[in-house]
């Protein structure tokens, strides 16, 4: 009788690395689309850039390393999200440094898909953020609004007043002018002492931000777009639910008590969940096989820290949006709290109970 001797996992299926990236280009597809149609066929140049950027620089290490040469799709999946963070008037040589920052220095140099520490998209945007800061914070308007129509009936009555001006601005193109999240933080309007009238207010705005009808970043506006295909992961058990369920519960729970604090300079929870990239961090990015944790009770802390960290972050910082970052201090913690929510090996607790047993027994009888 002849015994083989293999590592593990001792228990496979038919999935493979390979289908779960293509089901992750699936999802995204819906909301890349809709970025073509918002911004125009100038991002579909980036999103070319950035793919091939990736891809290039992914076959250069690993022919410089000699490894197998194979079509690599997580790094079409770092290119794609690296542009949908990126804002429209973002220029190709940002992202090609962004793509070789996020597949050289981030992945490839730690030992490549499966050893990164942190997400390879969010490191090539942080790395563009601190080298552009200028061209980073510059989110041109749309090129064409969708639905505009039914928006310019909502708010044809509905006038913004400028804090500290006798002057009102135009509520319909309040947010195609500027972001959600920069209108809310810096757009100086005046907020109601009363609750139920600032989250009338916003209210007005809510279906806008649904639909994606706004300025933003690239392929980040559409909350509608990303969460079915957020959904279409779910079902097809390519992602953990319990991130993006943990984040949102940790960024509408936080941010309701600073909401309830001080209400008339702060975005109510349905307006911070809507708005920024924080659908696509939660469905696309904390999502990262290879950097968030994989047992269940690790899964939630590091969940509730993303989101808790983020509705901090977005009202005590001095930038209107932090997915990017909130993110990125999950993946460092996450080492720490795969560590401790490790779970025990089979019979582990069990002997540790047995020697507990014997050492209270045995100092009893001294």
Known sequence: ?????????????????????????????????????????????????????????????????????????????????????????????????????????????????????????????????????????????????????????????????????????????????????????????????????????????YLQLLLGSTAGAIGETSFLLILIGGIFLIATNTIDWRIPAGMTISLLVVSSLLFLSEHTRIASPIYNLLSGGFALGAFFMATDMVTCPSNPKGVWIYSLLIGSVLALLRVFGSSPEYMMYSILIGNMFMPLIVMLTRPLPFGKKEFLNIKKAEANSNGGNK
Do not use: W
Request: glycine share 4%; with cysteine; proline share 5%.
């Open 1 to 205: 009788m002849r015994f083989f001797t293999e590592s593990s996992p001792h228990i496979r299926d038919n999935d493979t690395t390979d289908k779960i990236m293509i089901r992750v280009i699936i999802a995204l597809m819906p909301a890349i689309v809709y970025s073509v149609i918002l911004f125009g066929f100038k991002v579909v140049i980036l999103y070319l850039t950035a793919v091939l950027s990736c891809l290039l620089s992914s076959f250069i290490v690993k022919k410089m390393r000699k490894k197998t040469i194979h079509f690599d799709y997580p790094a079409v999946i770092t290119a794609l999200l690296l542009v949908m963070t990126l804002p429209p008037s973002s220029t190709v040589t940002m992202v090609v440094i962004g793509s070789v920052i996020a597949i050289v220095f981030t992945r490839e140099v730690f030992g490549g898909l499966g050893s990164n520490v942190f997400n390879p998209a969010l490191v090539g945007r942080a790395f563009l953020q601190t080298a552009f800061p200028a061209q980073m914070s510059m989110y041109s308007s749309p090129v064409n609004v969708p639905f505009n129509s039914i928006f310019s009936d909502i708010l044809k009555h509905l006038e913004i007043t400028v804090s500290g001006a006798t002057s009102s601005v135009s509520a319909l193109g309040a947010l195609t002018q500027s972001t959600p999240l920069t209108l809310m933080k810096f757009g100086g309007i005046e907020m109601s002492n009363n609750i139920a009238d600032h989250i009338y207010f916003e209210s007005h705005y």
